[in-house]
């Protein structure tokens, strides 16, 4: 936080010496010896006496509106600067006299300002310098709430801390080992990418495997400790509107709040997982490059050893009008997690149930990525731990599902006809479908057919350790950097012994032949 701090008022230089002169000179006249002016010195961030108070806010449309604004009353200062957690700019400036930190009250303050404003406040003790701050700093936030009768007045709520600002490692280190807060640095030669969505079920992953966790639920502070101690990366979830990215200080700014959370989370890096449609003509198109660019530039900067990734289709030919600079994204991260699954999305011949993944499909896609001039080392198979269950409007005697029209993107057909439904699921059910488990030579994966209590007959692709096994030679053959899964709680970890021995399988068929 600190570092963004410093960031934002002098790298993006809000801080425009002619505005501050006349700024300086306004409160001059406004008086008084006990007036505090935050910017008599450019290198410091609070002063005279009291506590300062830093007002975050940010206005999507109009960013080229947005002036810094000053305001002191009473020893308090306060600065406002552009920031992508609020969608309101205050046109004037607040005076906002609080208490001491230590005799701060909790209540509710009702302060004037814009209706549907958010204000993020940052408080420091007097003369700390950005380089400097002390562990009393703290970030609170002050949320609008609903519009008063009067035009004009919001109720503004002072929420409980929410955030600690950047300290040394260990200051606030959730962990019982200090040590366990610091970022992994080991770079392995094999990746093995885990996706997480929630839960405890993390404690039955097989860690001796596990390179890095992409945590896609909740942040678990226990899960952080863990993997650390195991050796393994834990990175954030980005996704972000890629027409907001096409503005560079919009860009630096949610760059910004992500570097920050990574630090206060004692986390590894970023995982960006942006799916959005993008025309190779569009603007979006090289905003979407430089953003991992200037993500990656940013996060090698202020984290040691983080890691940047970036999520890519399954095939680079514009799957799902994802026409991204695959080259570019490449060259700009650490490496492409490629998600070889959902490659039913877009169908363009027979609307029929078919594999999550056919091998000959998913494998003619990576060729294709190398082919761009992307290295093998730049690429990590991503495999489906879950599966997909089509009604079948029809079904022929050698198991050919009809579905129904349900279009994509342009496409007539795709598997959104179809649900998604996890592994372990599908464990339970298959000794009780009508068919056994069958297997597709063609497309080397597993499937079987069901009737569900209304008699409709269901047919459900999915892959098995041994569908998975055939893929991650693949990877041995061509030398890819790894492989990993969408998602690691789709496994059933309860303990019962056949569900422990299936678990065990799919873990395994993660290991490169050697």
Known sequence: MVKSLESMLYEEQLMKTDYLAKKRKDLGNRGGENNCCPFSNTQRVACGQGIIVVLEVHERKNQDQLRPLTAAAGGTAAFLFPSDHTHTALTTAQTLPFPPLEHRPSQTLERQSPPHSGLRILLAEPGDPPSRFKPALRLWRLLARQRSSAPGMASL???PLLLTLSLPAGANCPCQDPALCQPIRHHPDFEVFVFHVGDKTWKSYDWSQITTVAVFGKYDPELMCYAHSKGARVVLKGDVS???IIDPTFRASWIAQKVNLSKTQYMDGINIDIEQEVNRSSPEYDALTALVKETTDSFHREIEGSQVTFD????????????Y??????D???FLFVMSYDEQSQVWSECIAAANAPYNQTLTAYDDYIKMGISPKKLVMGVPWYSYDYTCLTLSEDHVCTIAKVPFRGAPCSDAAGRQVPYKIIMKQVNSSISGIQWDEDQKAPYY?????A????QVWYDNPQSISLKAAYIQRRGLRGIGMWHANCLDYSGDAVAKQQAEEMWKALKPKL
Not at 325 to 330: H, K, L, P, R, S
Not at 449 to 453: E, G, S
Not at 455 to 458: D, L, Q, V, Y
């Open 157 to 159: 709520l002072l929420l």
């Open 325 to 330: 600079n695959y080259t570019g994204i490449a």
């Open 242 to 244: 890629v027409k907001a």
């Open 449 to 453: 057919n069901y009737k569900d209590d």
């Open 312 to 323: 890519v289709a399954w095939s680079p030919k514009c799957i799902d009008r994802r026409c």
């Open 332 to 334: 700009a991260c650490d």
């Open 455 to 458: 008699g409709r007959i269901h």
